[in-house]
């Protein structure tokens, strides 16, 4: 694995870690406590960011064209055989996550944030395991 994409892994793995060990603190305060509403938030932003940096990586270094659109890259996985196509079908959620988090700053997150640390941290532990072998 090169060196860049392991970095990029390694980070992104770090990252769900620190979701993990946050989860009840997470979910207990978030309502409350804006700063732990952001903290959060930007936790989840970071590891949406990362799978799509990871996956357009993976994508690019073996030859093939960039995706135009953060969709298209969870999509292209599934297609080229990096991930399970089903898989790759539930996990196009994670592009919308990300555009989400970055521009409809006007909505509350909270939510989204709940679901993605109770439900949806377990898919980007299957998106690293399946990386991982590819890798």
Do not use: W
């Not at 936790?43 to 357009?56: P, W, Y």
């Not at 270094?61 to 297609?79: A, C, N």
């Not at 939510?111 to 072998?133: C, Y």
């Amino acid at each position: 694995m090169e060196n860049v994409l392991f970095q990029k892994i390694q980070r992104l793995r770090d990252e769900v870690e620190y979701i993990k060990a946050n989860r009840e603190r997470f979910l207990g305060e978030m309502k409350l406590s804006p700063d732990v509403r952001k903290t959060a938030e930007r936790s989840i932003f970071l590891c949406a960011e990362m799978v799509l940096d990871i996956a357009d990586l993976m994508i690019v270094k073996k030859g093939r064209p960039k995706p135009v659109t953060y969709r298209d890259t969870i999509q292209k996985l599934g297609e080229y055989g990096y991930v399970p196509q089903e898989f790759a079908y539930n996990f196009m959620y994670v592009a919308g996550l990300s555009n989400f988090l970055a521009h409809d700053y006007l909505k509350d997150t909270t939510p989204t944030l709940e679901d993605f640390i109770r439900e949806k941290v377990s898919d980007v532990e299957k998106f690293l395991a399946l990386i991982e072998e590819k890798a």
